[in-house]
């Protein structure tokens, strides 16, 4: 995206910026603000509706790769292991 330039300007008793067209993030959203040097950067917070999206996605993902079943020559089983007894611990 091209840059583009805005003037700041007073709203009640804080410093703003109006976002140009195609910059912006959506009316309501909530936007983390973090200075790197000179540099201000806005980063979308996620909201509950896309969190629960990622986690439906993520699911079904791991549901898919569930079903493809065991890799051949993948982990193997181990012997099993009893731990000598600690006292103390």
Known sequence: MPSTT????????SE???L????GF???TEVRIEREGGR??????DSEAALS???RRFDAMIARMVA???VPGGAQQRDEFEAPDRPGL
């Open 6 to 13: 805005a003037r700041t300007f007073k709203s009640g008793n």
């Open 16 to 18: 703003a910026v109006r």
């Open 20 to 23: 140009p067209k195609g910059y």
């Open 26 to 28: 959506g009316p309501g």
């Open 40 to 45: 201000v950067v806005l980063t979308p917070i």
């Open 53 to 55: 999206e990622k986690r």
């Open 68 to 70: 493809l079943g065991p």
